[in-house]
């Protein structure tokens, strides 16, 4: 594929992301943040994101799993999970947090369960439209064109 | 980039920031803040390191609050600023805030997800500085300088009361080039820190010196005046208690709004703490139960300290003559009962130990060879070289004590050479102290010395200083320092980071800037643990009832507030220290002795009375005194030992005053 091509779906697949809520203001921040001196800075921090959700989403998971839920652990990883994915700007990721502390607070594990799957699902949508964006991205780089910049 | 668990990262990128900051560049200002960044999520703590970076700070980052808390610690004046988590797995956010907040004073911002209205309000009530909601904007993270010159700001208002201003002025003409030497010597921020100063106030500023002491007029808080304070207070009602009102009703010549206004904020943080945070008082108690004899030196020590104080010219002849009286009075009557509630903090404990055994001393200097085990006890930091100079000076130094006025001038003088006499002084105090590890000779001598010499301001100025210092390290050993350790590691301290205040004058100044970091650890500890002792006691005598946990736990906060924002005057904290102690008995001896174990460390070289410390109590007076004077660019330091150093300075050889004058610690009334 050409350079203009590639960078045209680079933008219209960066908008839409946008436009479905997959990301917010947040993460225009760190693409603003990265610069020469830290050039892979927004694929830097959201690897870190992937695997800190993921520890987290699998102690979740554990937690929730026992016949006596500690639903304040539960609790602090949900608003764990809810910094971080907030701090990237995975919007629907960190959504799906507060209705999820707030049945932590009931000590609903139904309930819990449920907002579990639910942030699981979101979690692997955002990782996968992410993964296709840095993959746009790489692909533009290597057929020697510059990543367009959002605004 | 991954962190690994526990793992610090620091970037100094901004390292020649300090250079331009020095050059009073205000277009520069405020790059090179050096901010340190804690936070569990290694995503935002990324993000949040960027976003510094881009605002031109220099940032070190941390994903374990422990591991941020001795990096702080260990470079009392490496930080500007510090921006916390709320939760983290391996300690509460708030009680980082805390522990900073006491220990060195830095502005701490708080930041979370969570957004609820009583964790926001926990933050405030926890003294942090601002509260960020995650995500974290870049464009919050530029103003946060603002912090810290508000805080600078307000600590510089506090220090006007004692000083002398001529002495300070000089002192800031020199600043500039200073700033050179301490951006070389000290850490980078140093130089940010003051030229930041410079810029800041043209004119009160107290340049902080490592190497002299940071000429900032400071309220000195003795003991009668904090009286007034309280019972200003307690009249208007804690709620209704208004800085002006406050003013007007204690009506004290010379004494601004903004003292007292930062005396209350102090006062009203010890109060809360001593409700809601009970950490110390319990180890400290106990090292102080062990030791009525502390509490006696204590008091002595506090008389010590007022009559440093007084010699000094901060404090007013008369509270010292109070004070030495009710040292005196307080000695003679109640050896044993000194138990100084200050103990029960941490910070007390060290502050107090020393002063406690003092009056003890005088009359159990045959107890001198018990006590030498305060050297022994010392986890010290020192050399070993020190440390055995320390010894073989405390010992001599212990016999001083026990001869009488003469003597106590003869400790003075001892005071004043403090490279020599430290270890005598120390010495002394360890033999003084043998469990609680206060070493009665230098109170001994203080005490007498008080007596003819009437300088017992000045000792209890420099107990307070210690006192102050002492805090952070008194911690772990409260148990036994030799109070008079403390005290002296206090002053020292203040004085020149790692030699005794008394000892100000040369030695303990070039020691102190090589040992400065040690110094500041010191401090810091010293801090930690003793708080303010002296502040401590005071709060004690005014409210019996808890006068145990107020003292101590109040101390050491208020010792920590006070010293960072500084107004707190050693000879307060000695005042305290001492009615407290008397009134425990048990808590004294033990800040003291570790206040004078930590001093140790830095003290190697200082005063007579600070070898002592070093000796005693390894960790906590030294580091804490020297912290808190020498690191000039460390204005959240400066908490009460730079008040005394100052204090001190000005007076000349702090030994003197120092002192073991003699004063009686003991005689102070409780």
């Known amino acids: 594929m050409e350079v203009g091509q590639l960078q045209r779906s680079f933008i219209e697949y960066m908008s839409s992301l946008f436009n479905e809520g997959f990301l917010d203001a947040q993460f225009s921040q760190l693409q603003q943040l990265q610069d020469e001196s830290n050039p892979d800075f927004v694929v830097e921090v959201v690897s870190l994101f992937f695997e800190d959700s ?8 554990m937690a929730l799993d ?80 510059a990543i367009p910049m959002m605004q | 980039m991954n962190l690994g668990v526990g793992s610090v990262v620091k970037n100094m990128s901004g390292a020649s920031c300090s250079v331009s900051w020095k050059s009073n560049d205000n277009n520069q200002f405020p790059a090179g803040l050096r901010v340190l960044v804690v936070d569990d999520d290694p995503t935002c703590l990324r993000i949040l390191e960027k976003m510094l970076r881009n605002c031109h700070y220099e940032v070190t980052k941390s994903n374990r609050a422990e591991i941020a808390l001795s990096l702080l610690r260990e470079n009392r004046n490496g930080f500007d600023i510090v921006i916390s988590d709320v939760h983290m797995p391996d300690m509460d956010g708030f009680k980082l805030l805390e522990h900073v907040g006491l220990e060195m004073d830095l502005p701490v911002i708080m930041m979370s997800a969570d957004d609820s209205k009583d964790v926001v309000m926990k933050g405030v009530t926890h003294g942090a500085c601002d509260y960020l909601i995650k995500p974290v904007r870049i464009e919050a993270l530029k103003n946060i300088w603002q912090h810290v010159i508000r805080k600078k700001k307000h600590e510089w208002k506090d220090k006007d009361f004692d000083q002398s201003a001529t002495a300070e ?12 030497d301490y951006s070389s010597s000290a850490n980078e921020g140093g130089n940010w820190k003051s030229s930041k100063r410079r810029k800041e106030e043209e004119d009160e500023t107290e340049e902080r010196d490592d190497s002299s002491s940071l000429k900032k007029p400071r309220v000195v808080w003795s003991v009668e005046l904090h009286q007034q304070f309280v019972q200003a207070v307690n009249q208007l009602g804690i709620d209704k208690a208004v800085p002006k009102k406050i003013l007007e009703l204690m009506n004290v010549p010379g004494l601004t709004r903004e003292n007292v206004a930062s005396h209350l904020q102090k006062y009203r943080l010890y109060l809360r703490r001593l409700s809601g945070v009970s950490q110390h008082p319990s180890g400290l108690n106990n090292s102080f139960m062990g030791h009525p004899e502390a509490t006696y030196g204590m008091s002595s020590f506090n008389g010590l300290e007022l009559q440093a104080l007084a010699a000094t010219g901060q404090l007013p002849a008369q509270s010292l003559a109070t004070l030495q009286a009710a040292a005196l009075g307080r000695s003679a009557t109640k050896g044993a009962t000194l138990s100084m509630p200050l103990v029960d903090q941490r910070n007390i404990f060290s502050f107090e130990n020393p002063k406690l055994r003092f009056p003890e001393g005088q009359q159990q200097l045959n107890n001198s060879n018990k006590q030498i085990n305060l050297l022994h006890g010392i986890p010290t930091t020192m050399e070993p070289k020190q440390l055995a100079d320390l010894h073989q000076s405390s010992q001599s130094f212990g016999a001083m004590n026990m001869q009488g006025n003469s003597r106590v001038q003869q400790n003075n003088a001892l005071l004043m050479h403090m490279p020599q006499q430290q270890p005598s002084r120390a010495q002394m105090l360890n033999e003084t102290n043998n469990g609680s590890q206060v070493s009665r000779p230098p109170l001994t001598m203080s005490q007498q010395s008080l007596s003819s010499n009437g300088i017992p301001g000045a000792l209890l ?104 924002t500084l ?93 073991f004058d003699g004063y009686a610690l003991d005689n102070l009334p409780v």
Not at chain 2, 535 to 542: C, H, K, R, S, T
Not at chain 2, 586 to 600: D, E, L
Not at chain 2, 608 to 623: R, S, W, Y
């Open chain 2, 169 to 180: 002025e000089g002192d800031r003409q020199q600043k500039p080039s200073e700033d050179v």
């Open chain 1, 54 to 61: 993921e520890r987290l989403l699998n102690d979740l998971t």
């Open chain 2, 461 to 564: 100025s420099r107990s307070g200083g210690i006192v102050a210092n002492v805090r952070g390290p008194v911690h772990s050993p409260v148990s036994q320092a030799s109070p008079i350790v403390d005290f002296s590691l206090n002053q020292n301290t203040e004085l020149q980071n790692n030699s005794f205040p008394l000892v100000r004058s040369n030695s303990g100044m070039s020691t102190m800037t090589s040992k400065r970091m040690l110094q500041e650890e010191v401090n810091s500890d010293i801090k930690r643990s003793r708080g303010f002792p002296s502040g401590y006691n005071m709060f004690d005598e005014l409210h019996q009832q808890k006068s145990q946990d107020w003292g101590l736990s109040g101390v050491g906060s208020t010792f920590d507030a006070i010293t960072g």
């Open chain 1, 66 to 145: 026992q016949p006596n839920v500690d639903f304040k652990q539960v609790d602090a990883h949900v608003h764990q999970l809810k910094g971080s994915s907030s701090s990237v700007g995975a919007q629907r990721v960190k959504n799906c947090c507060v209705p999820f502390r707030s049945v932590c607070e009931e000590k609903n594990t139904e309930a819990c369960l449920r907002c579990l799957q639910q942030i699981k699902q979101e979690y692997l949508l955002v990782k996968n439209k992410l993964q296709t964006l840095f993959e746009l991205e790489q692909q533009i780089v290597a057929a020697g064109g």
């Open chain 2, 567 to 659: 107004d707190v005057s050693p000879s307060m904290l000695v005042q305290q220290g001492i009615s407290s102690m008397k009134r425990n008995g048990q808590n004294g001896s033990s800040p003291i002795s570790n206040a004078f174990s930590s001093s140790r460390e830095e003290s190697g070289n200082v005063n007579p009375m600070g070898g002592n410390f070093l000796t005693v109590k390894a960790e906590q007076l030294p580091d804490a005194s020297y912290q808190n004077n020498f690191f000039p660019d460390q204005f959240g330091q400066d908490d009460l030992m730079s008040a005394l150093l100052k204090q001190q300075e000005s007076v000349g050889p702090v030994e003197s005053e120092f002192g």
